[in-house]
């Protein structure tokens, strides 16, 4: 056989293959396979791989741990309806009084039955009930709420729990997978997935003038009757708690905010050790730094944290700080908002130590403070009688918020929750200035006065505004 034709006959040969091959793959498609991977993760975490090795990600384990430890709350509260014919011939005593219903979520967080939720959800409650994921349902008590930062701590009787473990929002990145637990229109324990959005992020919705807002974005779905609920990692630790949604409809609009667990943890620790969330503050003024600002100061870049005001009594007076500087970085962790500066000054208590990295014209200095509480003061707050009685925190006015409104003496009220005071219409940021005609000027004053008096007190005092109001309440 010469060359040409042994040369054909390989060429037809190649063709034949190939034609075969084409028409096998049409008559004969290969499905696609899904195989399982062991992977260096725990064992809540699953990850499968395609034939073709492409990534996916399963929420079951994370999900299944996740709703077995969120529960329902349902709470119980009473409010006067107002009857304009009852009260024309018989006065407010004949206000009728209706029951309210409300729901939400909580999450349990150790297995004798601590449970967080928001205090949104069980606020001005008469009686909380939680029911569980297996339907067994309990009377909840109130260990305490803290406005400032919408949570609050509730207690079931019992053991051995499901729990959540407590997560990591701090390393919480944007673009993570991030699942919501709850019970959006009292559907129980449904799970929505997303992925963290942005974070530390200030929507002023809590109406305090201490608010602690440094939310968790995420595109999570989130409804009535979540909050409260549980936002976990992939490997189903808990790394907020499901608070807010931005909505022009009252429903899901694909944004919605979470509390960082950062921030749970040390309210949950302070209402279990103190009954009171034990606020450490800088006794600062603070605002983001813009651009309009950072070019009438004359700085190269945008950054860092503003002083606009330092208080008499505070720890950053008695250091040293002054108006104009600038807060780069709290104990090494660098700070370029007023959401992010209060977030990390959260974390602390009264009396401890912390550095700030200050820039002051150009040069850089580092700063040691010893924090305070409201009042100025390194002490812990005690939750005491007075305070549980009256439902509010207090502080001294320095003299150039006295001199300011006019006044020579005063005591704020800088956090309200249910009580007396909020009770009869006092709203945080009221300055009592007399009680029962009696000059208040310090928190030790107030406290004496009232806690040596029976029956009606007549409270004289001031709003920042400079309306004057005057309320009676009965101890």
Do not use: C
């Amino acid at each position: 056989m010469n060359s040409k034709k042994l040369l054909g006959t390989f060429t037809i040969a190649i063709l034949s293959a190939l034609i075969a091959v084409f028409i096998y793959s049409k008559l004969f498609p290969r499905e696609a396979r899904i195989v399982t991977a062991t992977v260096n993760q725990p064992a809540s975490f699953t990850r499968f791989f395609t034939a073709e090795g492409q990534s996916m990600v399963s929420f079951v384990e994370a999900s299944k741990r996740s709703v077995e430890a969120v529960v329902h709350v349902k709470t119980q509260s009473t409010r006067q309806a107002s009857n304009p014919i009852l009260e024309f011939f018989y006065g407010e005593s004949y206000r009728d009084t209706q029951p309210v219903v409300g729901f939400g979520s909580g999450v349990i967080i150790s297995n004798d039955g601590y449970i967080v939720t928001n205090n949104h959800v069980i606020e001005n409650s008469d009686k909380v009930y939680v029911t569980l994921n297996d339907k067994r349902e309990f009377e909840a008590k109130i260990i305490g709420a803290d406005p400032s930062s919408d949570l609050a701590l509730l207690k079931v009787d019992g053991e051995d729990f499901h729990y959540i473990p407590w997560g990591n929002s701090d390393s919480l990145q944007v673009g993570e997978w991030v699942l919501a637990v709850g019970n959006p229109f009292n559907l129980t324990s449904s799970v929505t997935a997303g992925i963290v959005s942005a974070k530390a992020k200030n929507i002023g919705i809590i109406q305090d003038k201490y608010r602690m807002e440094s939310f968790i974005q995420t595109d999570a779905a989130v409804n009535r009757g979540n909050s409260g609920g549980a936002l976990v990692d992939i490997q189903g630790n808990l790394v907020g708690i499901n608070t807010a949604i931005i909505s022009p409809s009252g429903g899901y609009a694909g944004v919605s905010f979470a509390v960082p667990v950062s921030i749970v943890r040390k309210v949950v620790l302070d209402l279990i050790e103190f009954g009171v969330v034990q606020r450490a503050v800088l006794g600062v003024s603070i605002q983001d730094v813009t651009a309009d600002m950072a070019k009438e100061l004359g700085m190269a870049k945008i950054e860092g944290v503003y002083i606009a005001s330092v208080r008499e009594d505070g720890s950053a007076h008695e250091a040293g700080l002054l108006k104009g500087d600038l807060i780069l970085a709290i104990n090494g962790v660098s700070v370029n908002s007023a959401t992010e500066l209060q977030e990390q000054i959260n974390r602390y208590r009264p009396n401890d130590k912390v550095v700030l990295l200050v820039k002051r014209k150009d040069k850089t200095k580092q700063f040691e403070l010893t924090l305070r509480n409201l009042q100025g003061k390194t002490e812990y707050i005690s939750n005491s009688t007075f305070n549980t009685i009256l439902g509010a925190h207090f502080r001294a006015l320095e003299t150039e918020e006295k001199q300011k409104l006019g006044i020579h003496y005063g005591v704020e009220v800088v956090e309200l929750s249910a009580g007396k005071l909020r009770a009869e219409g006092i709203r945080e940021g009221f300055i009592i200035t007399q009680v029962n005609n009696k000059p208040v000027n310090t928190v030790e004053e107030l406290e004496k006065i009232l806690q040596g008096t029976r029956g009606g007190v007549f409270i004289e005092g001031i709003y920042p505004n400079g309306v004057v109001q005057y309320y009676a309440i009965g101890l």
